[in-house]
């Protein structure tokens, strides 16, 4: 529980009519201004009366389900399904899709669930399912065994695990303004959104669930709370996360292009990245001239591993202007993005694991907007940036799905009509 939020002791009716915004239907007959895709979808499908065709589509996409903050720790598997009692008696479960989702609550959490769990875990006491409850595109299903048998039949037939990963996801509703540096700050983590099939566009941020969100940072990053969150959002906002030798490679052909013209020669960049360290040795607390090489085998060694980090960057630069991720003559000046990307994805998925406030939540966005701006021109350039980052961390010069995965993204950022990068300018006006 942090500053900004007091604690709520149970999730009841009174406390949905609270947190859930007004989904009001038009009253004029003209169309509905759904949140996403899918619920313009669902909209479109209860006026046809498809209930069928809406069970195929939520099969596909998966559900939430409120669980009170107080179950987190066994919500994964063990909690109930929050259910309201109807006029005749009969009980009714409550479930929704991501896009009409509220803005995070200190009571309550999201939890995804597919179709197939749903139909496996709903409780004999249940009567039916209710899917975005009090919106336009609301729908009721029967839980009788015959339907929940159709409702796993769908799973089975429609859903795939990683079937929404690798598409721009667009939030119409409740996004920030125009042109503001939070906007700009959440288009940083375009990247890491497409890949996952997440809006880009949203600071109301549930993402995977929370269970998964908090199992996601802890499996890959190693947050375990607050504090661990607290500490790493700072790191990447910094750029301390990647290894301080890539941009110090990056850097020395910066410098030997000013005093020698664009097209520097490799050998000279290493020549540069070679003379540049073994005088920072100096400059640092080391010998009181440069150790000349086979004098200190430990700094001849990452002498070695710096200079052969130059043909690793041209190698993979010539690939990025094949594949055209870079201009014919275009090169990658700094892989400040791969640390400023994860970071704007850092701060949402800190509030889906709610160790972060929305308020830390919007600061972090700012301040991951103000470093891509200071360091880059161009969206185009900070991809750049992103992808060699990306490839320096995973790939190994395989050029295999970390690479091919992030050079899709990359194409699709900067040719779809929804793309941030299409829509966002990258510099202030």
Not at 7 to 21: A, G, Q
Not at 269 to 279: I, S
């Given at each position: 529980?942090?500053?900004?939020?007091?604690?709520?002791?149970?999730?009841?009716?009174?406390?949905?009519?609270?947190?859930?915004?007004?989904?009001?239907?038009?009253?004029?007959?003209s169309p509905w201004q759904a949140p996403a895709d899918l619920e313009e979808h669902l909209y479109e499908l209860c006026r046809a009366e498809d209930a069928y065709g809406y069970l195929r589509a939520i099969a596909v996409e998966g559900l939430y389900r409120p669980v009170p903050a107080t179950e987190t720790q066994r919500a994964d598997s063990h909690s109930e399904l929050f259910t309201v009692d109807?006029?005749?008696?009969?009980?009714?479960?409550?479930?929704?899709?991501?896009?009409?989702?509220?803005?995070?609550?200190?009571?309550?959490?999201?939890?995804?669930?597919?179709?197939?769990?749903?139909?496996l875990g709903c409780p004999d006491d249940v009567d039916f399912l209710v899917v975005n409850a009090a919106t336009p595109c609301q729908q009721f299903y029967l839980t009788t065994d015959d339907e929940r048998e159709v409702w796993s039949d769908l799973h089975h037939t429609y859903h795939r695990a990683d079937g929404l990963a690798h598409r721009v996801d667009t939030r119409?509703?409740?996004?920030?303004?125009?042109?503001?540096?939070?906007?700009?700050?959440?288009?940083?983590?375009?990247?890491?959104?497409?890949?996952?099939?997440?809006a880009w566009n949203t600071v109301d941020w549930h993402g995977?669930?929370?269970?998964?969100?908090?199992?996601?940072?802890?499996e890959w990053w190693g947050v375990r709370d607050r504090d661990d969150w607290l500490s790493l959002q700072e790191r990447l906002l910094t750029r301390e996360v990647s290894p301080w030798h890539w941009d110090f490679v990056l850097d020395a052909r910066t410098a030997s292009a000013r005093r020698h013209g664009?097209?520097?020669?490799?050998?000279?960049?290493?020549?540069?990245?070679?003379?540049?360290?073994?005088?920072?040795?100096?400059?640092?607390?080391?010998?009181?001239?440069?150790?000349?090489?086979?004098?200190?085998?430990?700094?001849?060694?990452?002498?070695?591993?710096?200079?052969?980090?130059?043909?690793?960057?041209?190698r993979y630069e010539a690939r990025f202007r094949a594949d055209g991720l870079l201009p014919p003559d275009g090169h990658v000046g700094t892989v400040a993005a791969w640390d400023i990307g994860r970071a704007s994805k850092m701060a949402r998925w800190?509030?889906?694991?709610?160790y972060a406030t929305h308020a830390e939540l919007v600061k972090a966005l700012e301040r991951a907007s103000e470093a891509a701006r200071s360091t880059y021109t161009s969206w185009e350039s900070f991809s750049a940036g992103y992808v060699l980052g990306r490839c320096l961390h995973f790939d190994e010069e395989s050029f295999g799905s970390w690479y091919t995965d992030v050079l899709r993204a990359h194409r699709a950022l900067t040719t779809d009509p929804d793309s941030p990068w299409l829509t966002v300018p990258f510099l202030e006006s």
């Open positions: 529980m942090h500053d900004d939020e007091q604690p709520v002791s149970e999730y009841d009716d009174e406390l949905h009519d609270e947190i859930f915004p007004d989904f009001p239907a038009p009253v004029d007959g109807l006029p005749d008696g009969r009980k009714a479960a409550q479930v929704y899709t991501a896009g009409v989702l509220p803005r995070p609550h200190p009571a309550v959490v999201y939890e995804y669930v597919t179709l197939d769990s749903l139909a119409r509703t409740r996004t920030p303004e125009a042109g503001s540096p939070l906007l700009h700050g959440l288009a940083c983590g375009a990247h890491l959104c497409f890949t996952n099939g997440d995977a669930g929370h269970h998964n969100e908090v199992g996601r940072l802890e664009p097209r520097v020669d490799p050998e000279l960049w290493r020549d540069r990245v070679e003379a540049t360290l073994r005088h920072r040795m100096v400059e640092t607390g080391g010998p009181d001239e440069p150790h000349r090489p086979g004098e200190d085998a430990e700094l001849d060694q990452l002498v070695a591993h710096l200079r052969g980090l130059v043909g690793k960057v041209l800190g509030r889906g694991a709610r």
